[in-house]
């Protein structure tokens, strides 16, 4: 089935290739066997080619696809996919912090999230394959800084969580308790 799949994602159809991405990212959503699948076949290179779409719906979708493997897998499948990309999942997931898709946002920073973890995991730290160092060579910190001001809490507060935990940092609330968008100074 992934090969008929991945087949449709190389038409010049953008709704034909939209809604092979919808079937990819309901796949990947799944069970953790079926995201190592993906990863696996070609599909995953296209649909990682795919994420700098010209156009934004083919685009927002491919991002969603990638977002579901990041965060249906385990610590270990993870660890491949952001090693079968040399790290550049990262800078992917940056630049897609950008869209202006809540629901893509939140999840954009919930993989981010699931890939920081995998320092800790395997003890990358200070090493050449630490996410943290690839993700604030990316600029990755500065995206997180934008997001601070998107008018969403929940945005605000997985940032503001991701800088504290990962980075050390934290936006610092005002004697309100606003934060973010939200009135801080």
């Known amino acids: 089935m992934l090969s008929k799949l991945t087949t449709l994602l ?3 159809n953008s709704t034909t290739i939209k809604e092979a991405l919808w079937a990819f ?3 990947t959503a799944g069970p953790v066997s079926h995201c190592e699948q993906f990863i696996d076949s070609d599909a995953f290179d296209r649909v990682m080619v795919l994420t700098e779409s010209r156009n934004i719906d083919v685009r927002k979708e491919s991002l969603f696809v990638i977002c579901n493997t990041i965060t249906s897998s ?10 079968k990309t040399n790290g550049s999942v990262i800078k992917t997931m940056i630049l897609a912090s950008n869209l202006m898709d809540l629901r893509l946002i939140l999840n954009v920073i919930e993989s981010i999230e699931c890939l ?4 800790d995991w395997y003890g990358w730290g200070q090493t050449d394959k630490s996410v943290a160092l690839l993700f604030e060579r990316y600029g990755g910190l ?7 001001k998107h008018p969403s809490m929940d ?9 504290l935990k990962y980075f050390e940092q934290a936006e610092s609330m005002d004697i309100s308790g606003a934060a973010g968008g939200h009135g801080h100074s």
């Open 116 to 119: 920081l973890k995998l320092d």
């Open 155 to 163: 945005v605000y507060n997985k940032c503001n969580e991701i800088l």
């Open 142 to 148: 500065d995206s997180l800084d934008e997001l601070l």
């Open 25 to 27: 990212s309901n796949i």
């Open 74 to 83: 385990d610590l270990k499948t993870r660890a491949k996919l952001f090693e």
């Open 10 to 12: 190389y038409q010049s």
